[in-house]
């Protein structure tokens, strides 16, 4: 019974006929009800929050929302990111920050979603904010994080980061090679005054060798 329900929610997303779709869903949440079993209202339930997103749809959305959190699913890593891409695609950024920051999922995906939308409408700080309350929760930033929080940290020029994120963000480029963004990093610390950890300059040091910079090698080891 549930089969023919998900194939014709399909096809009404697949139109764009919203409320034709979440009338199915009814169906479809009424059926596992019955049957006492909610494996297949996940899918259902991704692809209506996904037609939200796309028609920019907030009632819908909202609603949708609801739903997730009175069947459990609230902290269901596909879900999350999709609900912060909601809210931020609608330019609500503050409830996107509400879903990523109550999550527990340690995918860095909602972060990263929240922090690249936070320095696209030029709030540099929030998005500073978020990349430490990000580490704070244990999530480890990947490749997509850091060009956002890099951009964020050369527009934000009177935000002072602590020194854990500003050694976290050097050790995590270096790490990928990336050393002309830790050199950038490391450069900008000394004019704010931080202080570096002795793992940062070994780290910038082996850098200026790896890079042929031997001169900048003999002023981390030397001063």
């Known amino acids: 019974m549930i089969g023919p329900l998900i194939a014709s929610l399909k096809d009404f ?17 009424h059926c596992a009800s019955s049957s006492g079993s909610f ?45 912060v891409t909601l ?15 109550n999550s ?4 860095p995906l909602p972060w990263n979603l929240l922090i690249s939308s936070y320095v696209r409408n030029g709030l540099f700080v929030e998005a500073i904010s978020a990349y430490k309350k990000m ?36 050790s995590n480029y270096a790490s990928r090679d990336m050393w002309g963004e830790a050199f950038w990093l490391f450069e900008s610390m000394q004019k704010e005054g931080i202080e570096q950890s002795i793992i940062v300059w070994n780290t910038i040091a082996g850098g200026y060798l790896r890079t042929g910079n031997f001169r900048g090698a003999l002023v981390c080891f030397l001063g």
């Open 104 to 107: 527990n999922i340690l995918q």
């Open 39 to 83: 494996e297949h209202i996940l899918h259902p339930i991704s692809s209506l929050l996904l037609s939200c997103i796309n028609l920019k749809s907030l009632p819908q959305g909202k609603q949708l929302h609801a739903q997730i959190i009175l069947l459990g699913l609230g902290q269901h890593p596909v879900l999350v990111p999709r609900l």
């Open 13 to 29: 997303v697949s139109q764009g006929q919203l409320s034709n779709a979440f009338k199915t869903f009814s169906s479809i949440q």
């Open 135 to 170: 580490l704070n929760k244990q999530v480890k930033p990947d490749d997509f994080t850091y060009p956002s929080v890099l951009k964020a940290c050369g527009e934000a020029s009177d935000l002072v980061l602590d020194a854990i994120s500003w050694n976290t963000m050097i």
């Open 87 to 101: 809210y931020t695609r609608l330019n609500l950024l503050a409830d996107a920050h509400i879903v990523a920051e």
